[in-house]
């Protein structure tokens, strides 16, 4: 605990926290969002889906580049500029919306989500160089802040349609983006000591590709479990509203799974780690599709979320095990649009496999082939060192 101690009673990790929370709760927030207004605005949650999938689309484009601005670049006007012009994307598919033009209410999407995507890695590093002793604690807790968003986002996105119209929601995570300006000025001028000259985005993969290879199939899983669960439940006898359940369940435990690996030190290395927890993550993911019962698939579930996200908290430690500090910024946003890349590839996958018919096979496949897919990632990673 005295990690997380030392951190929590640092002023400069409460003025990050309201920063990662703006920021993160919007990300977290607008792919049911958009959903949802699309379906009140155009009749459809078709246009829904291609309005979140221009947004993950573009985080996954435009990443390893707003990482790289982050790091060399003054991170005050950064942050504030970032946010100032992601409130304006979101208020404008509001309105793009309201005036009956999906299409435009798409590429704005995008531009959102392009602009967005590198305040992850930005606000990861500035946590973890803020505490160069306790890198572990630092990522734990990054962690678990945005298990909380991923709790919390789609909820405001129900409540929202709940209270009359689903355009509230993204009103909201608008107004909280613009907090994060009168918040900058609490924090530091810049990520970086000196200055430095960012890696081009091929070296990054180059030294990163295990780590890309492990984010892109993980969260290729945890888009399968999450499109198709309510169909395998439903399958299997239980009510359909059990899959929510079971998905917040699976955010619970993930919090839990974090802070645990956050605690200390495990020996070995970060990416063993990663290697071993992920493919725990994945036997679980192939039991949940073998079983029969729709109770044992709930529990299942909710068992994965611990070693999903320790498996992301050792993810991270890989960045800093294989970059400089001055890449640490880039580096984390590379994985993350790989992360996107896999989990806009997986829904689609899925959704083709639920219109076929019982997901199941999908799940099992999906687990049993990850683990050895780490199983040759690993081996290579280490012939090659």
């Not at 678990?144 to 709790?151: D, F, G, S």
């Not at 929202?160 to 609490?186: E, F």
């Not at 499109?227 to 395998?232: G, R």
């Not at 009510?239 to 699976?250: I, R």
């Amino acid at each position: 605990m005295a990690g997380y101690r030392a951190l929590l009673t640092r002023s400069p990790t409460w003025w990050w926290l309201v920063t990662t929370v703006s920021t993160r709760l919007a990300v977290c927030t607008v792919p049911l969002a958009f959903v949802f207004a699309a379906r009140e605005h155009t009749g459809t949650y078709a246009w829904g889906a291609v309005i979140a999938g221009a947004y993950a689309a573009g985080e996954a484009v435009a990443a390893p580049r707003m990482g790289a601005r982050f790091q060399h670049r003054p991170l005050r006007r950064e942050l504030a500029l970032v946010a100032v012009v992601e409130a304006v994307a979101l208020v404008g598919v509001v309105v793009a919306l309201r005036f009956g033009a999906p299409v435009v209410a798409a590429a704005v999407a995008a531009l959102g989500g392009g602009v967005a995507s590198g305040t992850f890695g930005g606000l990861r590093t500035l946590l973890v160089k803020s505490a160069p002793d306790g890198r572990e604690s630092a990522v734990a807790l990054d962690v678990v802040v945005n298990q909380v968003c991923q709790i919390a986002g789609p909820a405001l996105a129900g409540a929202a349609l709940v209270a009359g119209s689903a355009d509230l929601a993204l009103l909201a995570v608008a107004g909280a983006l613009l907090v994060t300006v009168a918040v900058v000025p609490k924090l530091p001028e810049s990520l970086e000591d000196g200055v430095s000259r960012p890696k081009p985005g091929q070296r990054l993969t180059r030294a990163l590709w295990p780590s890309a290879i492990v984010v892109t199939v993980v969260l290729a899983m945890q888009a399968a479990v999450e499109v198709t669960l309510p169909s395998v439940v439903e399958h299997r006898g239980g009510p359909p509203e059990w899959a929510g359940v079971a998905l917040s369940a699976l955010a619970v435990t993930s919090i839990v799974g974090g802070f645990v690996y956050g605690l200390r030190r495990w020996p070995g290395r970060a990416l063993g780690h990663t290697l071993v927890l992920a493919s725990l993550f994945g036997l679980v993911v192939a039991a949940v599709g073998l079983v029969g019962s729709a109770v044992a698939t709930v529990a299942l579930v909710a068992c994965a979320g611990f070693f999903q996200a320790a498996a992301s908290t050792a993810r991270s430690l890989t960045v800093m095990d294989a970059l400089p500090a001055d890449s640490w910024s880039a580096g984390f946003s590379v994985l993350y649009s790989w992360g996107a890349v896999g989990f806009t590839a997986a829904s689609a996958v899925s959704a083709l496999v639920l219109a076929a018919g019982d997901a199941a096979i999908l799940l099992s496949c999906l687990g049993l082939g990850s683990c050895a897919v780490f199983a040759v990632t690993g081996w290579r990673e280490h012939a090659t060192r």
